[in-house]
């Protein structure tokens, strides 16, 4: 058991620029998350997705943010011209399924300037 | 919609003293969970709660579950540096997704 991970760590980009970051959950996890953090903040809920299916999206993901999770496997957060308020933490979790633990990678941490 | 508090919101003690915090939310919830969280990691599952009243220990954590299912404590025993860091509490509104608290910052001194 490796543990959730998360590419890129850190990432800083320009205004305007589009992001891609990557999640690789837990072998066999089939439930995956992402959240968002700023500075000060617990973890925001972002979106959930059940094997490939994205169940439930937040009202923090605006038109400019989207997620994929093809095969079931991994799950990629895609921010399209970003903002400097994009700028936070970006955590991925994943939980087996029926179980209401979840467990969370490193995280990316995204700087807008 | 739903609201955790943490208290405090931050605290310094001596190493070796026990602490106590605690996390309240305005409504009932049936699964309480504690994270730790160092700077710049993601947040390590501590203990896990699903059971009013109940009583959970993981080695110097200690965690339970209120028995009102709107408040749940943390307490650390003999505290070394190492458990410096964030602490959150988090509840589960509906079926997946969790809602954190705004943590409590704990620094030891040695």
């Known amino acids: 058991d490796t543990g959730v991970s998360q590419d890129p760590r850190h990432k800083i980009t320009k205004r305007g620029q589009n992001v891609t970051f990557r999640c690789d959950p837990i072998s066999e996890h089939n439930r995956l998350y992402w959240y968002r953090q700023t500075l000060g903040q617990g973890p925001e809920f972002l979106t959930y997705f059940q094997n490939e299916a994205q169940l439930e999206k937040s009202r923090l993901l605006s038109d400019r943010f989207s997620a994929e999770r093809p095969k079931g496997s991994f799950s990629t957060l895609e921010i399209q011209r970003t903002e400097q308020g994009d700028s936070a933490m970006y955590l991925c979790?994943?939980?087996?399924?029926?179980?209401?633990?979840?467990?969370f990678g490193p995280g990316t941490r995204l700087t807008v300037t | 919609g739903q609201q955790l508090n943490q208290s405090p919101q931050s605290m310094f003690i001596q190493e070796g003293e026990d602490v106590s915090m605690n996390c309240t939310s305005s409504s009932i919830f049936n699964t309480w969970l504690w994270y730790k969280q160092d700077p710049g990691e993601g947040p390590v599952l501590l203990i896990a709660l699903y059971k009013a009243g109940e009583l959970t220990s993981n080695g110097r954590l200690t965690a339970q579950f209120g028995i009102t299912r709107k408040d749940s404590f943390l307490n650390i025993s003999a505290s070394i540096p190492s458990d410096v860091g964030i602490y959150f509490c988090a509840i589960r509104p509906g079926t997946y997704k969790y809602i954190f608290g705004t943590g409590t910052r704990l620094k030891v001194l040695a």
């Open positions: 979790a994943s939980s087996p399924r029926l179980a209401r633990e979840q467990y």
